[in-house]
């Protein structure tokens, strides 16, 4: 699949705005609104974006007309999400994919969005971002700086570094490593095994976080995507934010020993600690495109996403 990277924003852009998976805050969701707004950007709000249906963004369908309206919008440059919870392993199947190759565009979010960006990287080769919502990150009052910044690489095609100066990093496995950067949350990533969109680790760089997983749990999707092969198949594993992932009962694994234990079975090089998933601030990546991580000099050096 070739690599398809979308075209970079300009100031007087639209950008869309979608809730692909639950409702999002709404007072947040303006105010995030309001700092694309301070970007140069105008912004269309999707149909569906204020639909509750349980703890669903409005009915299937409802979400998936959302998501094509976008991308079939000649005005929209890109698509952001809300934010995350869960629904979008729901909506994959039924998503007309010749629409996004057809109008390939700036596509971001995470979390449960996870589960797109697998399946739009591997149905049609789009480069997707990962990084912080609007209802769920960017419009609350203590969001950092860092976390806003990351939508700044969508008007500038930069490769990006990331080192020590953004967080400590630890080395797990020595060594170094290269390819395409993919992956996002641990629970959605394992979600997608024995479907039409199972993750593809065969030569990527594998990054994971999650949040409010016990140690158990995180064995638990550990031991599934080792025993699936996809810890074997990467070239290299990048672990982020594990946001409370605290054990809740006494007798307990701390994280870092599940972590370790099945990195150090995959023996690819690893590298852990990276300020990416649910987590403030929340660094931006872009997914699909190439990158290189060095456990001795602690660096991950990631490709522009954009055009």
Known sequence: MNVVRPNRLQ?????????????PNLENLERGIEYLQGLGLKVKKGRGVSKIYGYLAGADQERLVDLHEMFLDKE????????????TG???????????????????????????????RQETGLVTFHGPMLGS????EDTHALSRDGFLQLFHPEAMTYTE?????????????SGP????????????LGTKFEIDTKGKL?????????PRSVDRMLNQLYMAGKLDEANGILLGDFCDCTPKRDLSLTL??????????????????????????????PLGVNATMNTMEKTLIVESGIL
């Open 11 to 23: 100031k007087g852009d639209t950008v869309g705005v979608i809730a692909p998976a639950s409702p």
């Open 76 to 87: 929209v440059k890109a698509i952001i999400c809300a934010c995350g919870g869960y629904g």
């Open 90 to 120: 729901r909506i994959a199947a039924g998503i007309d994919y010749e629409i996004i190759k057809k109008n390939p565009k700036i596509f971001w979010g995470y979390s449960d969005i996870t589960f797109l960006h697998t399946a739009f």
């Open 137 to 140: 990150d960017i419009g609350k």
């Open 165 to 177: 100066q953004l967080s400590p990093l630890e080395v797990v496995v020595a060594g170094t490593a």
């Open 181 to 192: 950067l993919i992956g996002g949350n641990l629970s959605l990533l394992v979600s997608t």
């Open 206 to 214: 594998l990054f994971i976080e999650d949040i409010n997983e016990e």
């Open 256 to 285: 870092d020993e599940v972590i370790n234990h099945y990195l150090k079975l995959a023996n690819k090089p690893a590298l852990k600690g990276f300020q990416i998933g649910h987590c403030n601030p929340h660094i931006s990546i």
